[in-house]
Each structure stands twice: as C-alpha cells, then as structure tokens.
C-alpha cells in the first residue's frame, strides 16, 4: 500500500489531453512492468497500455495512436500522455507495477472526458 503515487487526473473536454505520472520506488520500479489500467462504472477493470523495464510498449486497440505510455528510469516514473480524448475515455485510471513476484496497484485517478 502506498508504492505507487499518481497524479494528473481531471476533467477535461473531448479533443481535449491530460498527462498522468505515477511514481514508485526504485526497488519496485526498476523490475516491473509498469503499467496503465482504466475502470468505468459498471466496467471492468481494463488494460489500456504498458511498458517493459527495456521500454517495449502496448496498448489496447482503442487509444492506439492517441495515448502514449513511457518511463523514465531516473525519476523511477511512468506516465501516460493521454492525446484526443473522448467521452468513452472517461474513467478510473490506474498505475500498475507487475513484478516476477509483486503486483502493485496505485490509488486510482479520476479521468472526466465531457463537454
């Protein structure tokens, strides 16, 4: 509880783009995946991108081409540029670190996507 930090979520209008950071410790960071997860209501939670430790990235078909994920090792920091937003983007997104043997999920931010 509490590795992982997020921040950049908000309410933004469709077109619009938000950037979301998600911070970990080194130990944690340096050996995962890390990764990008989003919930709406009455939804499962669902895989939106991820990034290997060497910067291999994937993305659900959905925001391929609109969103990108990348990390920068130095801040032990993963974001998600998120880039023409649209209404069925709205969501609880969440950072994800995925280990050989941990999976740790952070608090979740709120991303509104209306006009």
């Known amino acids: 509880q509490g590795q992982l930090v997020e921040s950049g979520g908000g309410s933004v209008q469709p077109g619009g783009s938000l950037r979301l950071s998600c911070s970990a410790s080194?130990?944690?960071?340096?050996?995962?995946?890390m990764g990008w997860f989003r919930q709406a209501p009455g939804k499962q939670r669902e895989l939106v991108a991820d990034i290997t430790t060497r910067g291999t990235t994937n993305y659900d078909s959905s925001v391929k081409g609109r969103f990108t994920i990348s990390r920068d090792n130095a801040k032990n920091t993963v974001y998600l540029q998120m880039n023409s937003l649209k209404p069925e983007d709205t969501a609880v997104y969440y950072c994800?670190?995925?280990?050989?043997?941990?999976?740790?999920w952070g608090q979740g931010t709120q991303v509104t996507v209306s006009s």
């Open positions: 994800n670190a995925r280990g050989s043997i941990w999976n740790h």
């Open positions: 080194r130990n944690i960071f340096s050996g995962s995946i």
